[in-house]
Structures are given as C-alpha cells and as structure tokens.
C-alpha cells in the first residue's frame, strides 16, 4: 500500500512514520507540509492512500486539496479537530483519526484502506454492483451489501466493512439489481440483506433494532417495517 503523508506540522509526520514502521505492506512514497506541495505529490507518486491532516495553514486545508484533484486517492483524515468528522465522511473518507492517533485505530485505518483499494481495483464481472459517486465508482458483490436506506433524492448503501455510500438513485432500482432471494424491502425507506441478519431486539413498541453481520450499529426500523420482516422471515421458514 503506497501512502503519502500530509500534515503541516513535522512532528506529526515523524509520529505518523514510526507508526506505519509496524505496518510492513505500508511504503510510504512522499510527505508534503502543504496543499500546493501535496498536489504535486500526488501527481507525481500515485498513492494508494493520503493520510490527511485538514489544517494545513495558509489559508487552506485538507478539503481544498481533496477539491483541487481530478482523480482522488483514498482518504484517512488524521487531526487533533473532532468537529470536522461530518465533514470528512461527506467526502466519503474512509476513516477519521484524532491526534495522537493510536496504533489499534490506524491498523483499523489501514485495513479499511485495503478493503476499499481492493473494491476499487476489482474488475466487473456479471456478479457485480456498480456503486457510482461523484468521486469514484466501487464495483461489489451484492453479497457484500448489508442494508439500504432511502435518504431523500439518495439512496445510503452500507457494504460489509466500509462507511455507507451514497449514490443518487432509488431503492426502487437497487430491488430490481439486487437478487430477490437475498435481498427484502421492509417499506419505503429500508432495505436489507436477510442472509446477514442475525438478530432482530425490540426495545419499544414502535421500533426495531436489526443487528446485520457487516455493520458496525444495529439499523433501527419502525413498526410497519418489523411487521413486514415477521412476514418475510414466517414465509422463509
């Protein structure tokens, strides 16, 4: 895995390349201080993925960097600024680091990395979701989709192991790609794959709480959805 790294401050560099020491498939390909010098860096190195500070001085950040490439390498976001998380992920980073960033949460970090490098550089096969965004296109197995969750004009899609995806279209097309076995609509605004559930608690009345092999939080659903699931898992067994 080809890393570059961009932080302003040199210290953080230098903490950052003793962590990565303990990672043998990390080689790290350039640093750069600023967002001009990691411009060129990228350009020139090609990474695989950019651990990026977002205050870089001068009046720029990580998020101008990350608008200035046409093609952009996958993203880690390392700060000492938690208020920047939303930001982060609606650049679709694949993972937010606090400073001093620990060992267990950037080997965390870089396994997400892989996962998502190894997505990317899949070729399509006839077995294959193509997962389009503005910034880049993911290409999975529908087995590797966990749930779907309408989100206004877009559908948020939470593949095993990865931070959702947004893609603009409905779930109305995702029921017609995605196979009918697996695959069940719960209502309007709720998809799921029922060969990951594992469990299914109800702390009230009115709500649901769906444990699903693959995602981190249960997914939460309404009364009309858990009745339809009843129906759905009395018709399978």
Same mark, same amino acid.
């Not at 695989?48 to 390498?73: H, M, T």
């Not at 997505?119 to 965004?133: K, M, V, W």
């Given at each position: 895995m080809r890393v570059l790294i961009v932080d302003d401050e040199p210290l953080a560099r230098s903490a950052l390349r003793r962590l990565l020491a303990a990672h043998p498939e990390v080689e790290i390909v350039g640093e750069a201080d600023s967002t001009e010098a990691a411009r060129h860096q990228v350009a020139s190195t090609q990474p695989d993925l950019v651990l990026l500070d977002i205050e870089l001085g001068g009046g720029r950040d990580g998020f101008d960097l990350l608008d200035s490439l046409e093609r952009r390498p996958i993203v880690v976001f390392v700060t000492a600024y938690a208020e920047h998380a939303v930001d982060a992920? &609606?650049? !679709? &980073?694949?993972?937010f680091l606090l400073k001093p960033v620990e060992p267990a949460r950037l080997e965390r970090a870089l396994a997400r990395a892989a996962r998502e490098i190894a997505l990317q550089a899949r070729p399509p096969g006839p077995e294959s979701? !193509?997962?389009?965004t503005p910034r880049r296109t993911l290409l999975v197995a529908p087995a590797e989709i966990v749930a779907l969750c309408a989100d206004g004009d877009f559908v948020r899609v939470f593949v095993a192991g990865q931070p959702p995806v947004m893609i603009l279209r409905t779930l109305a097309h995702f029921e017609e790609v995605l196979p009918s076995g697996s695959f069940v609509r719960l209502g309007r605004s709720v998809m799921i794959n029922r060969d990951r559930l594992r469990r299914v608690d109800a702390p009230t009345r009115s709500t649901s709480r769906l444990v699903l092999e693959g995602m981190t939080d249960p997914l939460v659903i309404g009364r009309a959805a858990a009745a339809r699931l009843r129906e759905v898992l009395a018709e399978k067994g």
């Amino acid at each position: 895995m080809r890393v570059l790294i961009v932080d302003d401050e040199p210290l953080a560099r230098s903490a950052l390349r003793r962590l990565l020491a303990a990672h043998p498939e990390v080689e790290i390909v350039g640093e750069a201080d600023s967002t001009e010098a990691a411009r060129h860096q990228v350009a020139s190195t090609q990474p695989d993925l950019v651990l990026l500070d977002i205050e870089l001085g001068g009046g720029r950040d990580g998020f101008d960097l990350l608008d200035s490439l046409e093609r952009r390498p996958i993203v880690v976001f390392v700060t000492a600024y938690a208020e920047h998380a939303v930001d982060a992920f &609606a650049v !679709e &980073a694949v993972d937010f680091l606090l400073k001093p960033v620990e060992p267990a949460r950037l080997e965390r970090a870089l396994a997400r990395a892989a996962r998502e490098i190894a997505l990317q550089a899949r070729p399509p096969g006839p077995e294959s979701i !193509e997962l389009r965004t503005p910034r880049r296109t993911l290409l999975v197995a529908p087995a590797e989709i966990v749930a779907l969750c309408a989100d206004g004009d877009f559908v948020r899609v939470f593949v095993a192991g990865q931070p959702p995806v947004m893609i603009l279209r409905t779930l109305a097309h995702f029921e017609e790609v995605l196979p009918s076995g697996s695959f069940v609509r719960l209502g309007r605004s709720v998809m799921i794959n029922r060969d990951r559930l594992r469990r299914v608690d109800a702390p009230t009345r009115s709500t649901s709480r769906l444990v699903l092999e693959g995602m981190t939080d249960p997914l939460v659903i309404g009364r009309a959805a858990a009745a339809r699931l009843r129906e759905v898992l009395a018709e399978k067994g």
